[in-house]
């Protein structure tokens, strides 16, 4: 009977903090469908709401992710969860009050800063709540939910800002007459806040599988022996690149190429994007474990490498496909393999790196996917566009059909490379011990081999 609890317990805790991944997910991407009122009302440039796209929120959620990350290996992860959705919530909510462009861009670095603390600290935590042979399954549960919440930004932010342009003139005591791109920004933080509550009076932080963590930054993850885990979410996010771009630029494609409504556009690639990508990240772990559990320690690489090279060549045929029909078949094909086996780092860092360490490899992972697949993606697919001869619309899906061939293929070989030095940490499960001081430094193979 104590072992149901727990299971239920421990998916309990999985659904809850994916449903504050969910939020994270609209709450972060829904300023993109505020363009053009937010350029009429606080008389911005474009220039500007680039900045609080990305600069002002990337830069933020990837350096603070790293000290945020070292928080969760040694205090009360439960707690930090709570306090992150607090800060984004509220950012989010005031954002729907700010005025000026300077007062919206800190509170977008207010919801960055919130939203890097979130995956470490709940990645953590589940797999305290986990036996090993359990925890690349809802790690990837979880994982699931943020590509839900990332897919589904556009369709629920649309619905949002249907539904709140559709309202009668909402004031306010304090500060009177709402817009609707205001009354969206409150209505989609204030869940934030309402999940906060309910982790902090029905999840409970699990016991730690290893001792405490000395306080401080270890930069393990540059170090022997665990620098291999970093280098592949490096890896991964090389491939990440074409998601990435393809995301970015798929629904534009689709308007310039086949001239499709740009809502139509944003709804169908939200929705193929959802439903085929999250089918892979729930595949693609359960064929790592079933390799692991038969003598495969290298399975994640395997599953990774798998995935990329089956991959882009789809992502290749969408973009030279003639008919909407054919890229988006194709586009939905490519994202089961390659969004689906991108998750392969978070359950190499469940399976080889040891709790005093996750919080901190795992906001070091974030970072390199964030200043390479999410820094790089849409820009890369624009500079190959410009290398090649048509119109604008052969630009875009020759630029995107350029990024696949070549980051798939280079993205597998670094994964592969990696495969060996990998296969020692997970047969170690964590145990520094376990390594042979025999063996070449693990770090310097890695860093070697790419």
Excluded at 94 to 122: H, N, Q
Excluded at 347 to 361: F, N
Aim: aromatic share 8%; charged share 10%; hydrophobic share 55%.
């Amino acid at each position: 009977m104590r072992e149901i609890r727990s299971v239920w317990s421990g998916w309990y805790a999985v659904v809850v903090l994916g449903g504050l991944y969910v939020v994270a997910g609209v709450d972060r991407l829904i300023l993109n469908l505020m363009v053009e009122p937010l350029r009429h009302d606080l008389h911005i440039n474009d220039t500007q709401i680039s900045l609080l796209m990305g600069a002002a929120f990337a830069v933020f959620y990837s350096v603070v992710g790293l000290p945020l990350g070292r928080v969760a290996d040694i205090g009360n992860r439960k707690w930090l969860v709570v306090s992150a959705a607090v800060v984004w919530g509220a950012c989010t909510l005031g954002s729907g009050l700010a005025g000026t462009f300077w007062l919206l861009c800190s509170l977008r670095i207010g919801v960055a800063i919130g939203e890097a603390a979130l995956t470490p600290a709940s990645l953590s935590l589940i797999c305290d709540l986990f036996p090993p042979e359990r925890r690349a399954h809802a790690s990837s549960v979880y994982m699931a939910f943020g590509a839900a919440g990332a897919t589904g930004a556009y369709i629920l932010g649309g619905m949002a800002v249907n539904a709140a342009a559709g309202l009668p003139r909402i004031v306010l005591p304090l500060t009177g007459l709402v817009r609707p791109w205001q009354a969206v920004f409150l209505a989609v933080g204030a869940p934030a806040l309402l999940l906060a509550a309910l982790v902090a009076l029905t999840v409970k932080e699990p016991q730690r599988d290893a001792a405490p963590a000395s306080p401080g930054l270890t930069f393990a993850w540059i170090r022997k022996p665990y620098a291999p885990v970093f280098l592949m979410f490096v890896a991964a996010a090389i491939g990440q690149v074409i998601v990435y771009g393809l995301g970015g630029w798929a629904p534009t494609y689709l308007v310039r190429r086949f001239h499709w409504a740009a809502g139509d556009a944003g709804i169908s690639i939200g929705l193929i994007s959802m439903v085929m990508g999250v089918s892979g990240m729930l595949l693609a772990p359960r064929i790592a474990e079933a390799w692991s559990a038969r003598g495969r320690p290298d399975a994640p690489n395997l599953v990774l490498a798998g995935g990329l090279m089956l991959g882009f060549p789809l992502v290749v045929a969408a973009a030279l496909a003639p008919s909407a029909v054919g890229f988006l078949a194709f586009f939905g094909a490519g994202m089961i393999f390659i969004m689906g086996t991108g998750v392969m780092p978070f359950i190499c860092v469940q399976w080889a790196v040891p709790s005093r360490l996750r919080g901190e490899m795992l906001a070091a992972g974030l970072l390199g996917n964030a200043l390479t697949g999410i820094a790089l993606g849409p820009t890369a697919v624009v500079l190959a566009a410009r290398l090649l001869p048509g119109d604008q619309a052969s630009h875009l899906g020759g630029g995107i059909a350029v990024v696949a061939a070549v980051c798939g293929p280079l993205a597998a070989a670094c994964v592969l490379a990696l495969r060996k030095p990998m296969a020692r940490l997970i047969a170690a499960k964590g145990d520094e011990a376990a390594l042979s001081p025999a063996q070449p430094p693990a770090a310097s193979l890695a860093a070697g081999a790419l």
